[in-house]
């Protein structure tokens, strides 16, 4: 019998099937195919035990409660999986600053936050914390801004 729990766990089996199938894309450079952490490894943790504990939720669940979607807001939650669309096509060509910005500031709008004062300043400072870490202490470049405006700068 399907239950939110075992409905829950197909979910998260399926995910962890499919981020496993595709951490074999992240490309490594020739030194690390013999190194004991690349950055294959956590990714591959992180699918083995995404798909071991989902097992263990599926076989082991005693919950018989049919899942209720009564009273959810599925028009909220469809526009935000089309913002994360949209946010996954601009990142890039528009860059992380504006794009991310955009995307945080829109989804609290979906969610009903209205001040802009709140908007901006909930966003901005998260996202630029968060290039900041990327860029100077990861050593990620992400570009911060388009092209074209970078092409300006100098």
Same mark, same amino acid.
């Given at each position: 019998?399907?239950?939110?729990?075992?409905?829950?766990?197909?979910?998260?089996?399926?995910?962890?099937?499919?981020?496993?199938?595709?951490?074999?894309?992240?490309?490594?450079?020739?030194?690390?195919?013999?190194?004991?952490?690349?950055?294959?490894?956590?990714?591959?943790?992180?699918?083995? $035990?995404?798909?071991? &504990?989902? @097992? =263990?939720?599926? *076989? +082991?669940? %005693?919950?018989?409660?049919?899942?209720?979607?009564? /009273?959810?807001?599925?028009?909220?939650?469809? $526009?935000?999986?089309? &913002?994360? @669309? =949209?946010?996954? *096509? +601009?990142? %890039?060509?528009?860059?992380?600053?504006?794009?991310? /910005?955009?995307?945080?500031?829109?989804?609290?709008?979906?969610?009903?936050?209205?001040?802009?004062?709140?908007?901006?300043?909930?966003?901005?400072?998260?996202?630029?914390?968060?290039?900041?870490?990327?860029?100077?202490?990861?050593?990620?470049?992400?570009?911060?801004?388009?092209?074209?405006?970078?092409?300006?700068?100098?």
């Amino acid at each position: 019998m399907l239950t939110s729990d075992r409905i829950g766990a197909l979910v998260l089996l399926a995910f962890s099937i499919g981020y496993g199938i595709l951490l074999f894309q992240i490309p490594l450079l020739p030194f690390q195919r013999t190194a004991a952490f690349t950055a294959q490894t956590l990714p591959k943790a992180l699918s083995v $035990m995404g798909i071991v &504990l989902s @097992l =263990i939720l599926l *076989f +082991t669940s %005693r919950n018989h409660d049919m899942p209720d979607v009564k /009273g959810y807001n599925w028009l909220n939650g469809l $526009m935000i999986c089309g &913002l994360m @669309l =949209i946010y996954g *096509f +601009t990142v %890039r060509p528009v860059g992380f600053i504006i794009s991310t /910005g955009l995307f945080l500031i829109l989804c609290e709008y979906v969610l009903g936050e209205r001040r802009w004062k709140i908007l901006v300043f909930s966003t901005m400072p998260v996202v630029l914390f968060f290039w900041f870490l990327m860029n100077e202490v990861l050593g990620v470049y992400v570009a911060p801004l388009p092209g074209f405006i970078m092409e300006m700068g100098g």
